[in-house]
C-alpha cells in the first residue's frame, strides 16, 4: 500500500511541479529547432517515467533497440496494463506521442503534457470526430512525429495477446511511415495482478524489425493487423514468453 500511495504521490506531484518548465518550452521562439525542441519536450516525461519504474522496484530489460529506424515511425504495442506507457517512455529514446481516449483530456496538468508531446485525442463514440482525430495523426506522423498504438483497445492485463484492430494502422499506411511491433510482457504483474497495489515485477520489452506498410491496401488493413500481431507474438514464444 505504501508503495502505491508513493507512486501516484509523486506521479500527481511531479506533474504539477513540471508545468512551469513546460511553459517556458511553449515560449521558446519560432525559428528554434523542432528536433531539439521535441528532446526538451521529451526529456521531462522520460525522466518521471523512469523514477517511477524505479518506485515500483521494477526491473526493466529492453531488447532490439537497433530496430527503430530513423524519422518518424508508427509502434504498435501489445497492451498489458496502465504501466505500459511509463515503461515505453523510459525504454525508447525517439520522442514520440501515444493515440489515447479522449477522456484523458480532461485529467488536468497530464493533459497539458500530453498535448506537448503530441499525444492525438479520440473520441470513440463519435465516428466523425475519431476520423478527423486520424487525420490529425497522419498530418503528426508526416512531419516528423511519432506514435504510439495499442491496437487491442484495452488492456489484456496480463492475459493473451488480444485481436488487434486494423483501424489504428491506417496512420502508418496514409503516413507512409515505417511500423515498429513491440512486445510488453510483465506490467500487468506490477498493478492489475496485485489486487491494484504495486509491487516489483520483472518486465521485457522486446522491439521487433519495423514492417512498412505502403504496400498495403485500404482492404488489407486487417491482414496487416494480423500481421504485426502475429510478429508481436512470435517474438514473446522465440524469448520463452507465454503470449
Known amino acids: 500500500m505504501l508503495r502505491l500511495i508513493a507512486c501516484f504521490l509523486y506521479m500527481g506531484g511531479y506533474l504539477v511541479y513540471t508545468i512551469p518548465r513546460l511553459s517556458r518550452l511553449k515560449r521558446l521562439p519560432e525559428d528554434f529547432k523542432p528536433d531539439i525542441k521535441k528532446q526538451l519536450i521529451h526529456s521531462t516525461p522520460k525522466k518521471w517515467a523512469k523514477t517511477f519504474m524505479a518506485m515500483t522496484g521494477s526491473q526493466v530489460e529492453v531488447e532490439g533497440l537497433h530496430n527503430i529506424p530513423e524519422g518518424p515511425v508508427l509502434f504498435a504495442s501489445n497492451h498489458e496494463g ?32 500530453m498535448e506537448a508531446i503530441d499525444c492525438v485525442f479520440i473520441d470513440r463514440k463519435n465516428r466523425d470526430k475519431a476520423a478527423g482525430s486520424i487525420m490529425s495523426g497522419v498530418e503528426l506522423l508526416k512531419k516528423g512525429n511519432s506514435l504510439v498504438i ?33 512486445s510488453i510482457q510483465g506490467t500487468a504483474d506490477v498493478f492489475e495482478k496485485n489486487g491494484r497495489l ?31 500481431r502475429d510478429t508481436i507474438i512470435q517474438s514473446r514464444k522465440a524469448k520463452r514468453i507465454a503470449s
Open 82 to 113: 496502465n504501466f505500459d506507457i511509463p515503461v515505453l517512455i523510459g525504454a525508447i529514446e525517439k520522442p514520440f506521442g501515444f493515440i489515447s481516449k479522449i477522456e484523458v483530456k480532461k485529467v488536468p496538468f497530464l493533459s497539458a503534457w
Open 150 to 182: 495499442f491496437p487491442e483497445g484495452t488492456r489484456s492485463k496480463g492475459g493473451p495477446v488480444g485481436l488487434f484492430k486494423a483501424g489504428g494502422f491506417r496512420l502508418a499506411k496514409d503516413s507512409g511511415v515505417p511500423i515498429v511491433p513491440i
Open 198 to 228: 504495486v509491487k516489483p515485477a520483472k518486465i521485457k520489452v522486446i522491439i521487433s524489425p519495423p514492417v512498412y506498410s505502403r504496400q498495403y491496401k485500404d482492404k488489407e488493413l486487417i491482414s496487416l493487423a494480423e500481421e504485426i
